[in-house]
């Protein structure tokens, strides 16, 4: 298989792993703070097992119908009519998700570094990029997240730099918020790995499809040893009390390393995190986009990509302020673990219409 959507099975790996923690990690450790404290960490730590689980469930319905992804399998397991209908909310779902990243990028963008600009005014020149590797195919926006690697490398780096600043006391005891608060947590914390359904779309574009499962599973591993990381680094730095009166504690630990030569290093670390962030939001621009040609039978043309985003900018205006901001993106999280537990739906009716099923 070639021509501009084929991607690798490590590819597609990357474009999750980033899709997962681009976003997600700016607010997660203040999110986890406020739930069980400086346990934070044990939540995400559960949280990921559960998305590999998820990850092998894919995996298997996916396998169970080859080269298909989930806009044909619908068709199969409900029938024409029904699946037709589901495929549409389906695409919702994808729209809303990418609206819910231009929103929150621009919304970023004007709490750190551009206070005064109107985001409808700053909303075009940032999705420049994306236009343009959307426009260029999935290839072209799985290669372009080779570049976000550097800014992982160096915020590894940075947090290795503030060891020294860092209370393991802070973390202590263990355990202490108590199993039940922990468990309860879990959908809170497990929201950061929205992005693993991804797949599910994008699977027929995989050339080395025997591989997508092995290298699906690592990038949720890869996803949950990050935000573990990050977690537990910004409690043991802030504090639980801290940290959960925090916005943007990511940003913020960047501002508590005292650098005289460099100074204002937080906006070297914050210009580079907007690199994740793009394309963190960018894969659901592209998913969105593709599933719009597959169910409708779209053309990619000039006007459609144009409509298209000029539909992002004007919806993602809907929230009109900062706290209608993270409740839309709440919403469309919830709504994500809605969708993978559908798939997984799939997956157990599968065993019982089982058109379309590879036998062998």
């Not at 599910?200 to 995989?206: A, D, R």
């Not at 993602?316 to 537990?341: C, H, K, Q, W």
């Amino acid at each position: 298989m070639t021509g501009r959507n084929s991607v690798t099975s490590s590819q597609m790996a990357l474009f999750t792993f980033v899709t997962q923690t681009g976003i997600g990690v700016v607010t997660l450790p203040t999110v986890m703070a406020k739930e069980v404290g400086h346990d934070g960490w044990i939540s995400v730590l559960l949280s990921g097992f559960i998305a590999v689980i998820l990850s092998a469930l894919f995996a298997v319905l996916l396998k169970r119908y080859s080269d298909k992804g989930i806009f044909d399998i619908n068709k199969l397991i409900f029938g024409k009519v029904l699946g037709t209908v589901l495929n549409v909310l389906l695409v919702i779902y994808l729209i809303l998700a990418a609206v819910r990243g231009v929103r929150v990028f621009t919304l970023f963008l004007r709490l750190t570094v551009l206070p005064l600009s109107p985001p409808v005014a700053i909303s075009p020149f940032i999705l420049l990029p994306s236009i343009y590797l959307v426009w260029q195919g999935l290839k072209y926006v799985c290669r372009f997240k080779y570049i976000s690697v550097i800014s992982y490398v160096i915020a590894i780096l940075f947090m290795a730099l503030m060891a020294s600043d860092l209370k393991t006391s802070f973390l202590m005891p263990v355990g202490e918020a108590g199993l039940n608060s922990i468990l309860s947590s879990i959908p809170s914390s497990f929201l950061a790995f929205i992005g693993l359904e991804l797949i599910v779309f994008l699977f027929p574009e995989i050339i080395d499809k025997k591989k997508a499962f092995k290298w699906h599973v690592s990038a949720n591993i890869l996803s949950t040893i990050f935000l573990i990381l990050v977690v537990g680094v910004c409690t043991a730095l802030f504090g639980e009390k801290f940290l959960q009166i925090q916005i943007i504690p990511l940003f913020n630990m960047a501002r508590a390393y005292n650098a005289p030569i460099l100074e204002r290093i937080d906006l070297y670390m914050i210009s580079l995190w907007f690199v994740v962030m793009g394309c963190s939001m960018r894969a659901y621009m592209f998913a969105a986009y593709y599933s719009l040609q597959k169910v409708f039978n779209m053309k990619n043309t000039r006007l459609s990509l144009a409509l298209y985003f000029v539909s992002l900018v004007l919806l993602s205006r809907i929230p009109r302020d900062i706290n209608e901001a993270f409740m839309f993106l709440e919403i469309t999280n919830y709504t994500g673990i809605g969708v993978s537990l559908f798939f997984v739906i799939c997956l157990c009716i599968s065993f019982i219409r089982k058109k379309g099923v590879k036998t062998r």
